[in-house]
């Protein structure tokens, strides 16, 4: 038995080729064929659009080895379909189906793709191996769908209309970027008092890792503390303690004093009287104290004491003796403290002038102020200073002060209208015939000018050329002018003109003048559309050719009567009378006895149809002529023709003429092909005709006065043309037609250049220079505000100048000057004789000292200088420690030693003991009184490296996101300078990863970046419209845009056009019988 093979041919019909059925017919032991697939199918044919097509496709039987057999030899019972149901697709179906597409697949390397299947995507490899970006694919799924639902649709109906998208694409797998984090917070405080407890630090999150970078690490850190071991089970006896009481005085010190001089003049009686050089230096070392003391009340602070109470307590909140609670917890009852004292200022001084120094009940009321000076400054907790300063409304009186000056805006004129480059309307093919059109803005300038009646004097004629002079723009209330407004320039207009009329009769050049014998036939043509620039832009509208034998007058033709037969029957041979009118040479009804010279026009034969002849319509008119002149290789001719409209019918009757008799031909323009015309040249400039003078009424005069302006003439030059030879002379025209070579002309006004006065010069610093002698500037300015045209007076060069101002003296500075610490006092023993330690002069104390105010050269100066321009105010008290016998007492900490090695030694530095703290158990434990401190050694070599990619270009501006503090961008397009950061580690000299302050880094670094923003396509305006494709029929117009710019940076795309959106809504131009449709295109 044969190895069959059943093939699948295309209806010859349908699409003209055969093409293999892919699957293979081949029996097996058992006789068994494989299943067929069916190949492609011809094209769906139908009547309508849409479902109901049909579509074949042959099938026949071929052996395995490739020839054809008999369909006998392949099995019937698998013989595949030769024709099926299929859809018609039209034209119109474009708008009701479309491509849909699918998303990109994630990047997939191309080495992992096998089978034409996609693997998930894997772990880009890590950051520390990545050397570059590699190559891989991207696929998508595309189908065909409905676009009003989005139901699927055979991908046959978009193929028919545009191919189908690609669904793979190549793409780069970019190096994997790790996590980049800040540093750690520090500590917080920790979580219990006693006990072990918890404290934690945190750390942002700068750049999330992308590509499979390295995750973030742990963003919050915890560990335990604890500040000292809770007692007992949970305390059974706790202590309470109160509240701090108010700060009480000592003794008065005049109390003290006196009692001191009692003990003094006791110790004197019994030591015996001093000799004078004892005295004299007593008396000298009191007037040193005196100096060192507070140099002014401000600091005459009096310190006092306060207490508390402190009492054990129970655990079920019963007070027990103090004893039973821990002694080494006992805090301080008595503490010394400073004795508030309020605010002291003393009386308001007199009230300033008003800023208000003129009169205008319409403006805003001046404002005065008065002061008041701090006597005493509070301290301890007293009474704040109260306002310093206070003002109130003012106006002054109208007999005591001049009326104010009001101002005004004023502005200059409007600048010429500009037409940005960017944004032009020009035909790239029009080159520079044009200039620029469209839409433009114009600009003028704003000032603030003094507009009192009295006070503002405009120009009073032009040979001050100059305006009010501008002020400061602060001056000037409420809204200013707007500075630019949208103008528009008129794009040109070109002359278009109608088509020639048909020539004329020959006449005279001049009929009032007949000697001359010489005649012209003409024919004109008419303006359908005005131009921009004037007629002189159009072509000419008169040509004219020599004729013999002119005549003024003729008879013209209106209409033929009726046939009337010429033997008084009903049918047969008759003549039409013609009716007609005198005419002059210009086409114009005159009276007949003009045309009495004229050759009348003569009757026409005619015939009229008997009931069995044959009839014909009438000749309908002559055509255009197909030339316009004749020569010896043209001639013209024009024809008309009628149609048989009944045949004849029996015997007797005339019969229908051939077809030839049916149209008639004859000669026309038989006059040569010698055109003249008039051309005539531009007109010249304007020039002045001093014969003439008008007023400048429709002209501009300049500010503050009339001027009168002249009336030119133009010149232009005029020549004879003939039509393909060129200039000849001038007689060869008729000279009726001669355009004018000098027309009248009005001069524009001359205007001259108006400029503003100086203004006033600008003001110099009043007050001292801050931080050196810095040179300072004043400067004036005028305005321009109206520019000269027309040879005018130009404008002067200087609009700014500025010079130098007077140096100013350096502003003086302050400086606080602290003097020393007085002694600590503590709280006297009689008042805390009952508290242990209280025989003994130590414990916690306070000391004050006072501080002047000093000029930056050291002389003194008043406080209140010190306090309005010098830093903040140093203390004036500070807590202190007289050590007690139990204290421990320990040196000053000393030097860091040196280092022992680079990068891997430490430094230490020490303090010791001092007398009996040696002996001390307490003083000897190094957790409460360390007596040494270690550093790791400064070291150079630790180095500091990169890891992983940089980040994304992140905005300053990015949105904090959840608890991480991931800063990312906003949902709307952004751009402009960001930063983008890269994770850094620390490595020591051996390589090994240290603790990334030893490198003095944060951890990362970063650098400036831009994200560029989007530019869209930029297109050019339409052009103007082709001329038709066709003289008459259907034709096409096109117009066309080119590309000016490409989008980039993912700006909007150029919109596509296609056959079915380059359709414009216009209507359709019809013109002398032909149709134009407007479609658009992209060059």
Same mark, same amino acid.
């Given at each position: ?26 029996p ?9 697939s ?14 109901g ?46 491509w ?19 693997p ?73 008092a ?17 590509f ?29 303690v ?17 009692k ?26 009191r ?40 002694q ?7 503490q ?15 009230w ?21 000076q ?92 100059e305006a ?17 407004q ?42 359908i ?21 002119p ?49 009348f ?7 009229? *149809? =008997?009931?069995? /002849? %044959?009839?014909?319509?009438?000749? @309908?008119? !002559?055509?255009? $002529?197909?030339? +316009? #002149? ?25 019969p ?89 002309c009005?001069? *524009? =006004?001359?205007r /001259? %250049?108006?400029?503003?006065?100086? @203004?006033? !010069?600008?003001? $110099?610093?009043? +007050? #001292?220079?801050?931080?050196g ?6 400067s ?26 007077e ?7 302050y ?32 000391q ?9 050269d ?15 105010m ?9 050590p007690?016998?139990?204290? =421990? ?13 680079? $990068? ?19 003083c ?19 180095n ?6 940089w ?15 991931m ?75 080119w ?13 596509k056009?296609d ?12 013109e ?12």
């Open positions: 038995m044969y190895d069959l093979i059943c093939h699948v041919v295309l209806d010859m019909t349908a699409s003209k080729q055969y093409l293999d059925l892919k699957q293979v017919l081949r097996s032991s058992h006789d068994s064929l494989s299943p067929l069916p190949g492609p199918w011809g094209r769906c044919m139908g009547n309508e659009c849409g479902p097509g049909r579509q074949s496709r042959a099938v026949w039987c071929t052996h395995v080895d490739g020839w054809t057999t008999l369909p006998t030899n392949c099995p019937p019972a698998v013989r595949p379909d030769n024709q099926q149901s299929c859809f018609r697709v039209c034209d119109w179906h474009r708008e009701l189906y479309d849909r597409l699918g998303q990109w697949s994630p990047c997939v390397p191309v080495a992992l793709r096998s089978g034409g299947e996609v998930p995507p894997a772990a880009p490899p890590p950051s520390s191996v990545c050397t570059g970006r590699e190559e891989g694919i991207q696929t998508r799924e595309v189908a065909c769908v409905r676009t009003s639902d989005g139901a699927p649709a055979d991908d046959a109906i978009c193929e028919y209309f545009e191919p189908r998208p690609r669904l793979e694409q190549a793409c780069l797998i970019p190096c994997p970027r790790d996590c980049v984090v800040s540093q750690f917070s520090p500590w917080t405080g920790c979580s219990k006693c006990g072990i407890g918890l404290q934690n630090r945190v750390r942002n999150v700068l750049a999330p890792p992308a499979g970078g390295t995750p973030c690490p742990n963003l919050t850190d915890f560990q335990t503390c604890q500040p000292r071991a809770c007692e007992g089970q949970e305390g059974l006896y706790s202590l309470k109160g509240p701090w009481s108010p700060c009480a005085l000592l003794h008065s010190r005049s109390t003290r004093q006196a001191r001089r009692r003990n003094k003049e006791r110790n004197r009686g019994k030591g015996g009287p001093r000799d004078p050089d004892t005295q004299e230096l007593i008396k000298k070392k007037n040193r104290n005196r100096q060192n003391r507070q140099e002014s009340q401000l600091w005459d602070l009096q310190v006092g004491y306060q207490s508390r109470e402190v009492t054990c307590n129970h655990r079920n909140g019963s007070p027990v003796a103090l004893s039973l609670c821990r080494e917890d006992l805090p301080v009852t008595f010394s403290c400073i004795m508030p004292r309020d605010c002291v200022v003393n009386e308001w001084s007199a300033g002038p008003c800023s208000k120094d003129c009169y205008d009940p319409n403006t805003p009321e001046g404002v005065r102020s008065r002061i008041r701090v006597q005493l400054l509070p301290v301890g907790g007293g009474t704040v200073c109260p306002s310093l300063e206070e003002s109130e409304p003012c106006s002054p009186k109208a007999d005591e002060v001049p009326p104010c000056p009001t101002y005004g805006w004023k502005t200059t004129e409007w600048s010429e209208c500009r037409v940005d480059v960017l944004l032009s309307q020009q035909d790239r093919r029009r080159s520079n015939q044009t200039g620029l059109c469209g839409g433009g803005v114009q600009s003028r300038e704003v000032y603030c000018v003094q507009t009192n009646a009295d006070l503002l004097t405009y120009l009073s004629n032009l040979k001050d050329k009010t002079r501008p002020v400061d723009m602060d001056l000037c209330t409420g809204p200013a002018p707007n500075t630019t949208l103008c528009h320039i008129a794009c040109p207009v070109e002359c278009e003109v109608s088509s020639w009329t048909a020539w004329g009769p020959c006449t005279f050049e001049n009929c009032d003048d007949q000697a001359a014998k010489k005649g012209f036939k003409m024919r004109k043509r008419k303006i559309n005005e131009p921009s620039g004037g007629r002189g832009n159009c072509p000419h509208l008169v040509e004219a050719i020599p004729c013999d034998e005549t003024c007058y003729e008879w013209q033709l209106v209409k033929l009567e009726e046939c009337v037969p010429d033997t008084g029957t009903e049918c047969g041979p008759g003549t039409q009378i013609p009716k007609v009118q005198c005419i002059n040479s210009s086409g114009d009804m005159v009276d007949q006895q003009l045309c009495r010279d004229a050759i026009p003569m009757p026409v034969a005619c015939e009229v *149809p =008997c009931p069995k /002849d %044959c009839v014909l319509s009438p000749w @309908s008119q !002559w055509s255009l $002529c197909s030339q +316009t #002149c004749s020569g010896k290789t043209t001639e013209g001719k024009q024809m008309r023709a009628r149609s048989i409209l009944a045949y004849s019918s029996g015997e007797g009757g005339i229908c003429p051939n077809n030839s008799a049916l149209q008639e031909v004859r000669s026309c323009n038989n006059h040569p092909c010698t055109v003249y015309h008039w051309q005539t040249g531009p007109w010249g400039q304007c020039t002045e005709d001093t014969s003439i003078t008008i007023s400048a009424g429709n002209g501009t005069a300049g500010l503050g006065g009339d001027a009168t302006c002249s009336v030119g003439v133009q010149v232009r030059k005029v020549i004879c043309v003939r039509v393909n030879v060129g200039q000849v002379p001038p007689k060869k025209c008729p000279e009726s037609l001669r355009p004018d070579t000098v027309r009248p009005p001069l *524009p =006004c001359k /001259d %250049c108006i400029v503003t006065s100086f @203004s006033e !010069w600008t003001q $110099c610093p009043s +007050t #001292c220079q801050e931080g002698n810095v040179k300072s500037k004043q004036w300015n005028r305005i321009i505000i109206q520019l000269p045209t027309n040879g005018g007076q130009e404008c002067p060069d200087v609009l700014y100048e500025e010079r130098d101002c140096p100013q003296p350096v502003c003086q500075g400086r606080w000057k602290t003097h020393k610490w007085r002694r600590c006092q503590l709280v006297p023993w009689y008042i805390r004789q009952d508290s242990p330690g209280a025989q003994e002069t130590c414990g916690q104390g306070l004050t000292r006072a501080i002047s105010c000093r000029r930056q050291g002389g003194p100066a008043d406080i209140r200088e010190c306090l309005k321009s010098a830093n903040s140093p203390a004036i008290t500070q807590p202190c420690q007289l007690c016998q139990d204290d =421990c007492q320990l040196t000053n900490w000393s030097k860091f030693s040196q280092c022992t090695a680079d $990068c891997v030694g430490v430094r230490t530095r020490k303090r010791a003991l001092v007398g009996k703290s040696k002996k001390k158990d307490k000897r434990n190094p957790q409460m009184y360390p007596l040494s401190e270690i550093q790791y050694c400064p070291c150079n070599k630790y500091a490296q990169p890891v992983g990619e980040s994304d270009c992140i905005l300053p501006e990015g949105r904090v996101e959840g608890t991480l503090g800063r990312v961008q906003g949902d709307v397009k952004e751009c402009g300078q960001g930063y983008r950061y890269q994770a850094m580690a620390c490595y020591d000299q051996n390589g090994r990863l240290v603790e990334t302050s030893r490198c003095n880094s944060h951890g990362y670094i970063e650098e400036a970046c831009i994200i560029p923003c989007p530019s869209d396509c930029k297109l050019s305006e339409w052009s103007n419209w082709s001329r038709c494709s066709k003289s008459c029929g259907s034709g096409v117009k096109v117009r066309s845009k590309l000016r710019e490409k989008p980039y940076n993912g700006g909007r795309p150029c919109p056009l056959h079915v959106s380059q359709v414009q809504g216009n209507p359709v131009l019809e002398f019988g032909s149709k134009c449709s407007y479609f658009t295109t992209l060059d």
